[in-house]
């Protein structure tokens, strides 16, 4: 499985449809196998969605994000983990023990919906890091 983390240094980026990079984890049963940054290349939603479809993402965890930046995204089957927060190492871990729901994670002032696409109840739970 591959998450994405769209990142600016060592924090989540604040807005994903500008972002201007990704940090891939690829992760096994075992935990986490290899980590590298991916360039994003345009800021079109569907030729984004593309790009994250032709790098074999599963999840998206990101800052805010435009509807139909999400829907574009969603509808390659990758599930999204908007209005995200925080210090990169943070985040994952959080990632890990399904911790994201929590109101540190959360952007002030956005309202979270559509967390996960068309899943959106239990937060992190869909995904969970085993390892």
């Known amino acids: 499985m591959k998450v994405a983390l769209s990142v600016f240094k060592d ?11 990704l940090l891939v984890l690829e992760i096994n049963g075992a935990g986490e196998q290899k980590r590298t940054m991916v360039k994003l290349e345009t800021i079109d939603p569907i030729r984004r969605a593309s790009q994250l479809s032709e790098e074999g993402i599963n999840v ?12 574009s995204v969603s509808a390659r089957n990758i599930l999204v983990y908007p209005f995200v927060r925080g210090k990169v190492e943070d985040v994952i871990s959080a990632y890990r023990y399904g911790k994201l729901g929590q109101a540190v994670y959360a ?25």
């Not at 924090?11 to 990079?21: A, C, K, L």
């Not at 937060?123 to 969970?128: S, T, V, Y």
């Open 107 to 131: 952007l002030p002032g956005c309202r979270r919906r559509g967390y996960g696409g068309s899943r959106g109840r239990n937060r992190g739970a869909h995904h969970r890091w085993r390892g």
């Open 60 to 71: 998206l965890i990101c800052g805010a994000i435009s509807m139909p930046m999400q829907a």
């Open 11 to 21: 924090s989540i980026s604040t807005v994903f449809d500008v972002s201007q990079q």
